[in-house]
Structures are given as structure tokens and as C-alpha cells.
């Protein structure tokens, strides 16, 4: 029977040349394993919809065009970005600072971080042969995902960052990624999180760029909490209206790891925000919650894959979508839980208001169960915003929009109160009021 | 928490060696030779006498399948189905019985053995005589009998093979054959076009509430074959028609191929009510022998106010590969999908529904039990779908997941996908969200949290299963009890 075979499209092609004209530059570094990643993505090509973890978001499709990796900018150029750069802006912390992807050392607290916590620009680490390197990547699933191994092949900058045992910074680590330019260009950085035994630590990670500037950010988050450690992380997108951002985060917990994670995303043309988690430590506490507003023309995809494999897991996972105009909101959520995961209590929820007609919301909950021990749920929802909830309030003397407003500020709440910062939870809250002002 | 070992027990009491329809029956066949070419396709159009023109789409259909790719989306694995290595058509020797005493008497035998009754008058006689049911039974590739039909006729009810049916309403054959499941829709739906056998043909003309249930009961019998049957049901405007299907298979040690397709359509103010209990032999606890049940099935709502409903109680089969839909073309059109579905030993199911909202004010609700014993694995996988134009579309849907002993698995893969802002679409997975107002006026009244549990679902699963004609009700009485503690999504 016959067999079809995809013929090779533009970009990758082109992707294929700027890895060879590439590899020169590239650093030493076998420890990322650069070449296989490039095998593999040779192998699979960019995914298309055939691909059912990619079924509502056709990577071969959007991506027409193979953009260069971009330049590490001029000391001045990245001043200007940095200047006006706006997420997690106003809270104290120790910040580490990436324009178009690559570390500005100059821009950033190398030193005079909060005690216990060190940072190593990723590039020293390769030359070192930095035995932390062999932490990346620690989920076995996310080096079978194209982006996340595109993201290995083309590896730029970031840095490896580690937390010694017992040690609690007050303070948070901001990580500002601030993309600038004219031309077509894409990333590639790499973040290495190290949470040694009973340490704490809080992260944000803030993404933006010009509006109308064709870019493709494609950012790696590795983790590794140890044991009863805790790792905080907020998230938000809000790149220029014309990129496609591609995100992988990969955690692994040890046992009573706890994770706490959020993602709000306004920006990009396309969005593809990706979590893995391999949940392989005894009595592990995971939230994982997302926020997404899109306006027309935006597709912003939230895929997550919680792979329990120890007993008595507990995973919270929630996401919120809110569409206005012609919009595609995709969640596609997997819990798996093996055998040995026992007592595992793990409930993902998925909701959606679509504000308008043109919108449509893709929900794909999945659940795979091998333990007979467990109590598991998922739910999805999706409509538009309750009518008898607006006549409450503006029976109460409130402007229809204002009630509406009100509606979905409490809907998109509900994914963010959980986030333990309070700086953090603020700023959150910030980002959806500032959705719903430009909304109008 | 874990599933009670009530629950278990019961389980246990369906087990697979306790598979009753195991037996064989000897008996003369005459087949088409071993394999599928174009000249099997002949030879199969020619023991049917069939028109040129169901032959050219036979053939059409059988040209595209050999361009068609195997589907390998579903979360079971089995060996390959060597299609060059069954016979594609066998039907008892003695020559087509005008009636009941001309049918060959081990025919018979079998189906008194399997508790169908053909005979009209032990119907008659029986203990219900109210609660009559018309029956088509099929053996193998033919239809031996069709009771009641005279009865039926009366009404304006068709009710025949479908071979007869291509001679005796060809216009109708023609006009509906493959307007819901088109020849190009699938791997085995394309297969069973090419060679599908025999299967019933309902239809059931305006406004008429047909007198009595319709069933059919497919038997495999012959060793190597595949099963193709083809079920065309056609409700006209305002009428209404409850159908049940039944099926068995002797025990064997090799795998059997069943690749049906069912097409309802359901006109204006038309009601179809489809009820299975599958019940294929599932092969050993070892996985060896059983059916592959490649089954498409799929209704059409084409009219405005029409409603289609699925009900299934699945136990048998190997390999489940079967997603009865609902296309909900009418304005405030209705489909309805209640499953449940047992897996023990080696069995795999995946299963399912897809309820597609194109029409106005559209509604559906999917409820769906399944349960694994042993080391299977069972899935259910649904999608649910509102087209820009189905303004005010809702749906409702809940999937539980029991699972019993740590060597099975258990498994969800819901498609929610809404294209307009007026449908509501609810999904849910979880016992915790049966109600908790239910739970607390039951705690209220003094129930422990356990009892006021099992008080609701078994309220609920009943709810379901009320859904089952009550010929079927029995075999699937076994199920009722069976409670959903330790449910997960």
C-alpha cells in the first residue's frame, strides 16, 4: 500500500543549512547531545497536524521560514530593550537579564546573588565540562518533542542555576527575556534549575518584544527539585504580536519536591507553551496553572504531560482561557500514572470563555491510568460568559463591558491566586487588567 | 480509594472462562475462496444477485481500500490481520429456507443454544407476550431467518436482510447505503463496502411507531472468516424505532476479523434507539483467540427535531475499535451516547463516541462506565464538536474509569472542540463531582459517606442501563450493581 512521504518544506530545509553553516560555532559541549537533537528533528521534521501531540497547533504550517539565529546585540542596543522593558519590572529581585537570547552579562547580577544561590553562564559551563550539565534535559518525554530538541540543536546562551541544600532565599530570581530588532530572527536559551536537598527558591520569567517584528523565541526551562525542596515560577508571554514563541519547561521532582508553576500568556501570534513533568520522587506536590487571552488572530497552545511514578502524588493543574474575536485557544493536558503511583490524587481542569463568535477553544484532557489506587479526574469546560451573572451585576447599575470585565478578571483569578509571591501574584493580576483595559 | 471486593467478585463472575457461547456449530459451508480480489468482490455481488450498480461501488470501494493505510491511532497493539488469509464469504450449504422448517435444523439448534428465539410461536406463547421482538439472525455472511415480518409489513415496516433488500427497495438502498458512512471513510468501513455480507435493513415509514423491537443477532461460526455485516436503518419523518443487536463467536485459539458498518438516519421528528450487548468471544485469559472488533457506526440526525441514541454494553471482543456517532445536522436535533464497557484478561478497548453539533439549538450527552479486570486495557476516547453554525449547541459529558487489580489500565482521550461562543460544552471525570448537594442531603439523612455515594451512582448507572431494552437488560443486569467506588476519571 502506498506510503506517503512529506516532502521537505522551506523552512526545513533552511533549518537544516543554518545547522550546518552553524556547527562551527557552536561550542564543545557533548554533554547537551547538539547532534542527536539535530538528528532527531532531521528524522521528524517540523510537526504537522498529523502529529497528534500537535494536532491543533501545525508547526510546519506556521513556520514558513527558517529565521537566523540572531546576533548577541550591541551593549547599547540591549540597554535601549532593557530600559523599557516592563514584566516583574517593579519587584525587588536578583535579575538575570537575555536580550534576543542571549545572557548580557552586564545587565545581569552575576554576583551579589542571595546566599546559596550561584549562576553560571551555560557557555562557561560547556567549556568546563560542568557535571550539572548532565541534569538537563531530565524528562525522558520532552527529548521525544521536536521543539524542545530544536531548542538542544540550536542551543545559543543561559545559564546553569543551582541552590545549595537548606538554603531559602528571600529574594526571587527574575529572568527578563527582551527580544529587540528589524530583521528576522530566532533563539535558542537554555535554563538549568538545581535545587539540592530542602532548598527554596522562587523564579519569574518574563518574555516580550516589538510588536510587528517577526521572531522566533524558543526558550528551555530544565528543572530538578531534590528532596522536600520547592520550586516557585511565574511565568508571562507577552512577545510582539507577530512572533511565534516556542517553551518547554521539564521538571523532575525528587521525593516531597514541591512545584509551583503559572503561565500567562497575551503575546505572540503563536504560542506553544510546553510542561513535562516526571514526578518520580514519594509524596510530591505539584500546581501547574496557565492564563491565556488572546485577541484576533492568536493561537496560544498550553500542552502538559505530569508522568506520576511514585506514590502519593499530588498534582493540581489549572488553566483558563479567554478568547475575544477570531482566536484559538489549545489545552492538551496528560496525566499518567504508573503502577507504582499509588494513592496519586491528581485533578486537571480546563476552562474557556469565548467572548465572541469568531473564537474557538480545543480541549484534549487525557487521562492514562495503570494503578488502581488512585482518585483522578479531569474536567473541561467551555461557553460563553453566563448571562444571568451579567444581568446580577448590571442590575447592580454596572455597564455591561464592566460586568464583563468583572466576569472574566474573576475567571483568569482563579489560575493566578494560587501563586504564593505576592509581588508575583500582583504583577499576574497586572498583566489581566491590562488585557482587559486595552480590550476596552 | 480501591475498588470492594463486591465489586471485584463481580467482576470476577463475567470472567472470560465462563465464555457460554464458546461452542461450535458443524455444519456444511460453501465459501469464496481464500483471500480478497477483485474476482472475491465478484463472486460475493453474484451469490447476492445483486444489481450492476452495487457492484461497481463494491468494486470502487475495493480498488480505494488498497490505497488505504491501516489506522494505528488507537491505544491497542495486536497482530496484523493477514487480509489474503480469511474467506471474505461463508454461508450454510442448503439452499435460501422460505420458512422456519426448511432452515437447517443445526442452524436452529444454535440459536435456541444462544437463547434467540426464532420460532414465532414460542414468542407467542411466552411468559411477555407484550414485550415481542422481531429478529434477523445472521450466520456468517447470510441472514437465515427474519421473524415477524408479515406482522411488520402491516405497519409499513421493512424489515430484511439487506441482500434482499438491494432487490426488493433498491431505490432506498441507493438513496441512504452510504450517505452516512461514506465508502471513503474509513480503512474497514471502505473493507466492508467492498465485501460486506449480510445485516439488516429497517425502515420505518412517516409517522409510524414501530409495533415491536427489532433485532438482529450476528453468530461467527465458520473457522477463518471475517464477519461483514452492513445495517441500514432509516427512520422517516416522526416515527420511532427501538433496534438490538447481539453478537457470539466460537471459542478459537487463531484471531477473527469482524469489520461491520451500521448507518442510521433519523428524518424530522424522527426517533432511532440502537442498543448493543457485544459479546464476541474475547479470547482466553492469555490473550489467545477472539474477535478484532473493527466496527464503524454512525447516525445521522438529518432532521430537524430527530434524535439518535446509542446504547451499548460492551464485554466481548479481543480488540474494540468501535465510536458510534452522532451527526447532529437538524435544528435541535438530539443524540445520546450511554456505554459501558468491561474489560478483563487481555482484552483492549477503544471506544468511544463523537458527537459532531451542525445544527441549531443541538444537543447531546455522553455518559460512559468503563471498567478493566485483569491486565487490559481499556480506553475511552470522544470528540465533541460545535461548528460555527451550531448556534446554542450543548453538551454534557461523563466518563468514569474503574480499575481492578494493578495489572490493567485505564484510559481517557476526550477531543472538546467548540467553534462558537453560544455552545456549552461540560466535561467531566470525576465521583467527587457527582453532586455534592446529593451527597450531602444523603449524609444529612444519615447515610454514611460510602452509602450515600453508592446510592447515587448505582441511581445513576441504573439510569443508564433503563436505557437497555429489557431483552437485553438481563446480560446486562450483571453490571448494574457494580459500583464506582475507587472510580478515577
Given at each position: 500500500?502506498?506510503?506517503?512521504?512529506n516532502?521537505?518544506?522551506?523552512?526545513?530545509?533552511?533549518?537544516?543549512?543554518?545547522?550546518?553553516?552553524?556547527?562551527?560555532?557552536?561550542?564543545?559541549?557533548?554533554?547537551?547531545?547538539?547532534?542527536?537533537?539535530?538528528?532527531?528533528?532531521?528524522?521528524?521534521?517540523?510537526?504537522?497536524?498529523?502529529?497528534?501531540?500537535?494536532?491543533?497547533?501545525?508547526?510546519?504550517a506556521?513556520?514558513?521560514?527558517?529565521?537566523?539565529?540572531?546576533?548577541?546585540?550591541?551593549?547599547?542596543?540591549?540597554r535601549?530593550?532593557v530600559?523599557?522593558?516592563?514584566?516583574?519590572?517593579?519587584i525587588?529581585?536578583?535579575?538575570?537579564?537575555?536580550?534576543?537570547?542571549?545572557l548580557?552579562?552586564?545587565?545581569?547580577?552575576?554576583?551579589?546573588l542571595?546566599?546559596?544561590?550561584?549562576?553560571?553562564?551555560?557557555?562557561d559551563?560547556m567549556?568546563?565540562?560542568?557535571?550539572r550539565?548532565?541534569?538537563?534535559?531530565?524528562?525522558?518525554?520532552?527529548?521525544?518533542?521536536?521543539?524542545?530538541?530544536?531548542?538542544?540543536?540550536?542551543?545559543a546562551?543561559?545559564?546553569?542555576?543551582?541552590?545549595?541544600?537548606?538554603?531559602?532565599?528571600?529574594?526571587?530570581?527574575?529572568?527578563?527575556?527582551?527580544?529587540?530588532?528589524?530583521?528576522?530572527?530566532?533563539?535558542?536559551?537554555?535554563?538549568?534549575?538545581?535545587?539540592?536537598?530542602?532548598a527554596?527558591?522562587s523564579?519569574?520569567?518574563s518574555?516580550?518584544?516589538?510588536?510587528?517584528?517577526?521572531?522566533?523565541?524558543?526558550?528551555?526551562?530544565?528543572?530538578?527539585?531534590?528532596?522536600?525542596?520547592?520550586?516557585?515560577?511565574?511565568?508571562?508571554n507577552?512577545?510582539?504580536?507577530?512572533?511565534?514563541a516556542?517553551?518547554?519547561?521539564?521538571?523532575?521532582l525528587?521525593?516531597?519536591?514541591?512545584?509551583?508553576?503559572?503561565?500567562?500568556?497575551?503575546?505572540?501570534?503563536?504560542?506553544?507553551?510546553?510542561i513535562?513533568?516526571?514526578?518520580?520522587?514519594?509524596?510530591?506536590?505539584?500546581?501547574?496553572?496557565?492564563a491565556?487571552?488572546?485577541?484576533d488572530?492568536?493561537?496560544?497552545?498550553?500542552?502538559?504531560?505530569?508522568?506520576?511514578?511514585?506514590?502519593?502524588?499530588?498534582?493540581?493543574?489549572?488553566?483558563?482561557?479567554?478568547i475575544?474575536?477570531?482566536?484559538?485557544?489549545?489545552?492538551?493536558?496528560?496525566?499518567?500514572?504508573?503502577?507504582?503511583?499509588?494513592q496519586?490524587?491528581?485533578?486537571?481542569?480546563?476552562?474557556?470563555?469565548?467572548?465572541?463568535d469568531?473564537?474557538?477553544?480545543?480541549?484534549?484532557?487525557?487521562?492514562?491510568?495503570?494503578?488502581?489506587?488512585?482518585?483522578?479526574?479531569?474536567?473541561?469546560?467551555?461557553?460563553?460568559?453566563?448571562?444571568d451573572?451579567?444581568?446580577?451585576?448590571?442590575?447592580r447599575?454596572l455597564?455591561?463591558?464592566l460586568?464583563?470585565?468583572?466576569?472574566?478578571?474573576?475567571?483568569?483569578?482563579?489560575?493566578?491566586?494560587?501563586?504564593?509571591h505576592?509581588?508575583?501574584?500582583?504583577?499576574?493580576?497586572?498583566?489581566?487588567?491590562?488585557?482587559?483595559?486595552?480590550?476596552? | 480509594?480501591?475498588?470492594v471486593?463486591?465489586?471485584?467478585?463481580?467482576?470476577?463472575?463475567?470472567?472470560?472462562?465462563?465464555?457460554?457461547?464458546?461452542?461450535?456449530?458443524?455444519?456444511e459451508?460453501?465459501?469464496?475462496?481464500?483471500?480478497?480480489s477483485?474476482?472475491?468482490?465478484?463472486?460475493?455481488?453474484a451469490?447476492?444477485?445483486?444489481?450492476?450498480?452495487?457492484?461497481?461501488?463494491?468494486?470502487?470501494?475495493?480498488?480505494?481500500?488498497?490505497?488505504m493505510?491501516?489506522?494505528?491511532?488507537?491505544?491497542?497493539?495486536?497482530?496484523?490481520?493477514?487480509?489474503?488469509?480469511?474467506?471474505?464469504?461463508?454461508?450454510p450449504?442448503?439452499?435460501?429456507?422460505?420458512?422456519l422448517?426448511?432452515?437447517?435444523?443445526?442452524?436452529?439448534?444454535?440459536y435456541?443454544?444462544?437463547?434467540?428465539?426464532?420460532?414465532?410461536?414460542?414468542?407467542?406463547?411466552?411468559?411477555?407476550?407484550?414485550?415481542?421482538?422481531?429478529?434477523?439472525?445472521?450466520?456468517?455472511?447470510?441472514?437465515?431467518a427474519?421473524?415477524?415480518?408479515?406482522?411488520?409489513?402491516?405497519?409499513?415496516?421493512?424489515?430484511?436482510?439487506?441482500?434482499?433488500?438491494?432487490?426488493?427497495?433498491?431505490?432506498?438502498?441507493?438513496?441512504?447505503?452510504?450517505?452516512?458512512?461514506?465508502?471513503?471513510?474509513?480503512?474497514?468501513?471502505?473493507?466492508?463496502t467492498?465485501?460486506f455480507?449480510?445485516?439488516?435493513f429497517?425502515?420505518?415509514?412517516?409517522?409510524?411507531?414501530?409495533?415491536?423491537?427489532l433485532?438482529?443477532?450476528?453468530?461467527i461460526?465458520?473457522?477463518?472468516?471475517?464477519?461483514?455485516?452492513?445495517?441500514?436503518?432509516?427512520?422517516?419523518?416522526?416515527?420511532?424505532?427501538?433496534?438490538?443487536?447481539?453478537?457470539?463467536?466460537?471459542?478459537?485459539d487463531?484471531?477473527?476479523?469482524?469489520?461491520?458498518?451500521?448507518?442510521?438516519?433519523?428524518?424530522?421528528?424522527?426517533?432511532?434507539?440502537?442498543?448493543?450487548v457485544q459479546?464476541?468471544?474475547?479470547?482466553?485469559?492469555?490473550?489467545?483467540?477472539?474477535?478484532?472488533?473493527?466496527?464503524?457506526?454512525?447516525?445521522?440526525?438529518?432532521?430537524?427535531?430527530?434524535?439518535?441514541?446509542?446504547?451499548?454494553?460492551?464485554?466481548?471482543?479481543?480488540?474494540?475499535?468501535?465510536?458510534?456517532?452522532?451527526?447532529l445536522?437538524?435544528?435541535?436535533?438530539?443524540?445520546?451516547?450511554?456505554?459501558?464497557?468491561?474489560?478483563?484478561?487481555?482484552?483492549?478497548?477503544d471506544?468511544?463516541?463523537?458527537?459532531?453539533?451542525l445544527?441549531?439549538?443541538?444537543?447531546s450527552?455522553i455518559?460512559?462506565?468503563g471498567?478493566?479486570a485483569?491486565?487490559?486495557?481499556n480506553?475511552?476516547?470522544?470528540?465533541?464538536?460545535?461548528?460555527?453554525?451550531a448556534?446554542?449547541?450543548?453538551n454534557?459529558?461523563?466518563?468514569?474509569s474503574?480499575?481492578?487489580?494493578?495489572?490493567c489500565?485505564?484510559?481517557?482521550?476526550?477531543?472538546?472542540?467548540?467553534?462558537?461562543?453560544?455552545?456549552?460544552?461540560?466535561?467531566?471525570?470525576?465521583?467527587?463531582?457527582?453532586?455534592?448537594?446529593?451527597?450531602?442531603?444523603?449524609?444529612?439523612?444519615?447515610?454514611?459517606?460510602e452509602e450515600?455515594?453508592?446510592?447515587?451512582?448505582?441511581?445513576?448507572?441504573?439510569?443508564?442501563?433503563?436505557?437497555?431494552?429489557?431483552e437485553?437488560?438481563?446480560?446486562?443486569?450483571?453490571?448494574?450493581?457494580i459500583s464506582?467506588?475507587g472510580?478515577?476519571?
Amino acid at each position: 500500500m502506498a506510503e506517503v512521504k512529506n516532502l521537505r518544506t522551506g523552512a526545513e530545509t533552511g533549518l537544516s543549512a543554518l545547522f550546518e553553516s552553524g556547527r562551527k560555532s557552536f561550542a564543545a559541549e557533548e554533554a547537551i547531545g547538539r547532534e542527536e537533537a539535530f538528528k532527531f528533528f532531521e528524522a521528524t521534521g517540523l510537526p504537522s497536524r498529523r502529529v497528534e501531540a500537535f494536532k491543533y497547533t501545525d508547526l510546519r504550517a506556521a513556520i514558513t521560514d527558517a529565521a537566523p539565529p540572531a546576533e548577541a546585540p550591541s551593549a547599547e542596543a540591549a540597554r535601549t530593550a532593557v530600559a523599557v522593558a516592563k514584566g516583574f519590572a517593579t519587584i525587588e529581585a536578583a535579575r538575570l537579564t537575555f536580550v534576543n537570547g542571549h545572557l548580557v552579562r552586564a545587565l545581569s547580577d552575576l554576583s551579589g546573588l542571595p546566599e546559596g544561590v550561584t549562576v553560571t553562564p551555560i557557555n562557561d559551563a560547556m567549556g568546563k565540562g560542568d557535571a550539572r550539565l548532565k541534569r538537563l534535559a531530565p524528562v525522558e518525554q520532552a527529548r521525544e518533542n521536536a521543539i524542545y530538541q530544536l531548542n538542544t540543536a540550536f542551543l545559543a546562551d543561559g545559564v546553569l542555576i543551582g541552590v545549595t541544600a537548606g538554603a531559602k532565599p528571600d529574594l526571587p530570581l527574575h529572568m527578563r527575556f527582551v527580544n529587540t530588532g528589524s530583521e528576522p530572527f530566532s533563539t535558542a536559551t537554555r535554563v538549568l534549575v538545581d535545587l539540592a536537598d530542602g532548598a527554596e527558591l522562587s523564579v519569574l520569567e518574563s518574555h516580550e518584544g516589538p510588536d510587528g517584528l517577526t521572531y522566533q523565541p524558543n526558550d528551555a526551562l530544565d528543572v530538578h527539585i531534590g528532596k522536600g525542596s520547592v520550586f516557585r515560577h511565574s511565568r508571562t508571554n507577552t512577545e510582539g504580536s507577530a512572533a511565534v514563541a516556542l517553551s518547554t519547561i521539564s521538571v523532575k521532582l525528587d521525593d516531597e519536591a514541591e512545584l509551583e508553576t503559572v503561565a500567562v500568556v497575551t503575546g505572540a501570534v503563536l504560542s506553544r507553551h510546553q510542561i513535562f513533568l516526571n514526578i518520580a520522587g514519594e509524596n510530591t506536590k505539584v500546581v501547574v496553572n496557565g492564563a491565556a487571552m488572546l485577541r484576533d488572530g492568536q493561537l496560544a497552545d498550553s500542552t502538559l504531560l505530569a508522568d506520576h511514578a511514585a506514590v502519593g502524588g499530588v498534582g493540581r493543574e489549572q488553566f483558563k482561557t479567554v478568547i475575544d474575536g477570531n482566536a484559538t485557544g489549545v489545552f492538551q493536558g496528560k496525566i499518567i500514572v504508573r503502577q507504582a503511583a499509588q494513592q496519586t490524587d491528581g485533578k486537571m481542569k480546563s476552562d474557556c470563555l469565548l467572548l465572541t463568535d469568531e473564537g474557538q477553544m480545543m480541549n484534549k484532557p487525557e487521562l492514562e491510568i495503570f494503578a488502581d489506587d488512585v482518585a483522578c479526574g479531569h474536567g473541561a469546560t467551555c461557553g460563553a460568559p453566563d448571562e444571568d451573572l451579567l444581568f446580577y451585576l448590571m442590575a447592580r447599575g454596572l455597564p455591561r463591558p464592566l460586568a464583563q470585565s468583572l466576569l472574566v478578571q474573576a475567571f483568569l483569578g482563579e489560575a493566578i491566586e494560587t501563586v504564593t509571591h505576592e509581588g508575583a501574584r500582583e504583577a499576574l493580576i497586572g498583566e489581566i487588567d491590562a488585557w482587559l483595559h486595552a480590550r476596552g | 480509594m480501591p475498588a470492594v471486593q463486591e465489586t471485584i467478585d463481580r467482576v470476577r463472575s463475567i470472567d472470560l472462562d465462563q465464555y457460554k457461547y464458546g461452542f461450535e456449530t458443524t455444519i456444511e459451508m460453501e465459501k469464496s475462496e481464500k483471500g480478497i480480489s477483485e474476482d472475491v468482490v465478484r463472486f460475493i455481488s453474484a451469490k447476492k444477485n445483486e444489481p450492476e450498480w452495487l457492484l461497481e461501488w463494491r468494486l470502487d470501494a475495493y480498488r480505494r481500500w488498497l490505497t488505504m493505510k491501516e489506522p494505528e491511532w488507537a491505544r491497542v497493539s495486536y497482530d496484523k490481520v493477514d487480509y489474503n488469509d480469511i474467506y471474505y464469504y461463508a454461508a450454510p450449504k442448503r439452499p435460501a429456507a422460505m420458512s422456519l422448517d426448511e432452515i437447517d435444523p443445526e442452524i436452529l439448534k444454535t440459536y435456541e443454544k444462544l437463547g434467540i428465539p426464532l420460532r414465532e410461536v414460542e414468542v407467542l406463547e411466552g411468559i411477555a407476550p407484550e414485550r415481542r421482538v422481531a429478529v434477523d439472525a445472521v450466520f456468517d455472511s447470510v441472514s437465515v431467518a427474519t421473524t415477524f415480518k408479515k406482522e411488520l409489513e402491516k405497519a409499513g415496516v421493512i424489515f430484511m436482510p439487506i441482500s434482499e433488500a438491494v432487490r426488493e427497495h433498491p431505490e432506498l438502498v441507493k438513496k441512504y447505503l452510504c450517505s452516512v458512512v461514506p465508502a471513503t471513510d474509513n480503512f474497514f468501513a471502505t473493507l466492508n463496502t467492498a465485501v460486506f455480507s449480510d445485516g439488516s435493513f429497517v425502515y420505518i415509514p412517516p409517522g409510524v411507531r414501530c409495533p415491536m423491537e427489532l433485532s438482529t443477532y450476528f453468530r461467527i461460526n465458520e473457522r477463518d472468516t471475517g464477519q461483514f455485516e452492513r445495517t441500514l436503518i432509516i427512520a422517516d419523518k416522526g416515527s420511532y424505532v427501538s433496534y438490538l443487536e447481539g453478537c457470539t463467536a466460537p471459542k478459537r485459539d487463531d484471531n477473527q476479523l469482524h469489520a461491520a458498518v451500521v448507518e442510521l438516519v433519523a428524518l424530522d421528528d424522527a426517533e432511532i434507539k440502537y442498543s448493543t450487548v457485544q459479546n464476541w468471544y474475547p479470547g482466553d485469559n492469555d490473550g489467545k483467540g477472539g474477535i478484532y472488533n473493527f466496527v464503524t457506526k454512525r447516525g445521522d440526525c438529518r432532521g430537524d427535531r430527530s434524535k439518535i441514541s446509542w446504547t451499548q454494553v460492551e464485554t466481548g471482543s479481543a480488540i474494540t475499535w468501535k465510536y458510534p456517532s452522532c451527526i447532529l445536522r437538524g435544528d435541535d436535533s438530539r443524540g445520546e451516547f450511554y456505554s459501558i464497557a468491561v474489560s478483563n484478561g487481555m482484552q483492549q478497548v477503544d471506544s468511544g463516541t463523537k458527537m459532531i453539533h451542525l445544527g441549531k439549538n443541538t444537543t447531546s450527552r455522553i455518559i460512559s462506565k468503563g471498567i478493566s479486570a485483569g491486565r487490559s486495557q481499556n480506553t475511552y476516547r470522544g470528540l465533541v464538536s460545535a461548528h460555527k453554525k451550531a448556534k446554542g449547541a450543548r453538551n454534557f459529558t461523563n466518563c468514569d474509569s474503574l480499575l481492578i487489580g494493578d495489572q490493567c489500565g485505564a484510559h481517557t482521550v476526550p477531543y472538546i472542540e467548540s467553534k462558537n461562543a453560544s455552545a456549552v460544552f461540560e466535561h467531566e471525570a470525576t465521583t467527587s463531582k457527582i453532586s455534592e448537594d446529593q451527597k450531602f442531603y444523603c449524609l444529612q439523612r444519615g447515610l454514611s459517606e460510602e452509602e450515600a455515594t453508592a446510592l447515587i451512582v448505582n441511581g445513576f448507572v441504573r439510569d443508564v442501563l433503563q436505557q437497555l431494552p429489557m431483552e437485553f437488560a438481563v446480560e446486562a443486569q450483571k453490571l448494574i450493581s457494580i459500583s464506582l467506588e475507587g472510580s478515577v476519571g
